[in-house]
């Protein structure tokens, strides 16, 4: 096999037009996506067919054989949470090109996922966690540790253990990515395969910023008004991975959107099924959105009393004056403040969980002169 290996991870259920056709069996949006991917340079293919529990087995074998036979037996890696799909696809599948890969086990819930590649004679992506991100290296090593042993206790050889550590924000938490670089060294120096699924990651750091304000008179009143924006920074939304999500070891309350979560009968849904298990809180782009954001900043209108009046009361001159802080915000971003940042501060922007919203504030006054 090659030195490096490229994964295309276009093929998924998180994507609305690749939901429909693998919902309606069409293969055109299918096979196009597919050729995009080879064309750029992927070596694999990911087929990420969601938790598919309806007719998960059917749909694994109809996107395998469409794809190899399309593309002269490409191979693929078989993304999903139903094991018995998994399976399905395996079963069709021809290995020419290479093993199929399972994607993915982790050192918690998902550990089992091992025990199928191993079974299988197949390639596992082993995720360094036990459902959250480690907090280091240190729980890096221990995840791999456990995970290695498991598989090469079922006759797997160290080689099919293809090991991700993880990371978030590429351009906002660099402490973390030296963390995952140094990581990556040491599978190496271990003779251990790596990999990291890039399409994780977002980009906190906008493509660019700016503001505007405007300053008005009209005889004794006054108005200034401050608009700012950024655009094309994305913010990872770790509040859905709590709550959009069932984890009945934690009582905690849900989001109403998780009443759209996936059902039998709601089978287009990007949020997972509910589960007893810690198996939905897995860091995906689901949970990054789009942070661009017009925000009115500041706003402050006033009124300066004529020279007549305020030379009565022996006042040089007054001011009455009514202002207001981040009143209005125009974003699709789904949580409280797309400027979210709950880390250093400033240069690690984009992650939010359970972060305080910026406060709107309004606020009265009169600027007096003697």
């Not at 859905?240 to 309350?253: A, M, Q």
């Not at 359970?354 to 009169?366: K, L, T, V």
Request: one cysteine or more; hydrophobic letters at 40%; aromatic letters at 10%.
């Amino acid at each position: 096999m090659a030195k490096f290996v490229t994964i295309g991870e276009r093929l998924s259920t998180t994507a609305p037009a690749v939901n429909k056709a693998f919902t309606e069996r069409d293969p055109e949006p299918i096979i196009k996506r597919a050729k995009q991917q080879l064309d750029a340079g992927a070596t694999y293919l990911d087929v990420n067919i969601g938790p598919a529990e309806n007719d998960g087995e059917d749909l694994m074998k109809w996107a395998v054989q469409l794809l190899q036979s399309e593309f002269d037996n490409v191979p693929l890696a078989l993304d999903t949470t139903n094991k018995k799909a998994i399976e399905a696809g395996i079963s069709v599948y021809n290995r020419a090109k290479g093993k199929p890969i399972v994607n993915s086990a982790d050192a918690g819930d998902r550990i089992t996922n091992i025990d199928l590649a191993a079974a299988n004679d197949a390639i596992c992506i082993a995720l360094c966690s036990s459902g959250m991100v480690a907090a280091d290296n240190d729980e890096r090593m221990m995840h791999c540790q456990n995970m290695l042993e498991r598989g090469m206790s079922l006759g797997m050889e160290a080689e099919d253990l293809w090991f991700d550590p993880l990371f978030l924000v590429v351009k906002g938490m660099q402490d973390k990515q030296m963390e995952v670089l140094e990581a990556i060294k040491m599978f190496s120096d271990m003779g251990l395969n790596s990999t990291g699924g890039l399409s994780n990651n977002s980009n906190g750091m906008p493509k660019h910023t700016g503001g505007f304000t405007n300053n008005f008179e009209y005889k004794g009143f006054d108005l200034s008004i401050f608009f700012q924006w950024s655009y094309g920074n994305d913010v990872l939304n770790a509040n859905r991975l709590f709550f959009e999500n069932s984890n009945k070891t934690r009582d905690l309350n849900q989001y109403a959107s998780y009443a759209d979560r996936w059902t039998p009968e709601n089978p287009e849904s990007n949020i997972p099924r509910a589960t007893d298990s810690g198996s939905n809180k897995v860091f995906s782009t689901r949970i990054i959105e789009d942070g661009s954001f017009l925000r009115l900043k500041t706003v402050s209108l006033g009124y300066t009393l004529p020279k007549q009046l305020t030379k009565k009361w022996k006042i040089d001159n007054a001011r009455v004056f009514v202002a207001g802080q981040n009143l209005w915000t125009c974003t699709g971003y789904s949580g409280y403040d797309p400027e979210v940042s709950i880390r250093e501060g400033a240069l690690t922007p984009g992650l939010d969980f359970s972060a305080y919203p910026r406060a709107y504030s309004i606020s009265f006054g009169i600027n007096l002169g003697f």
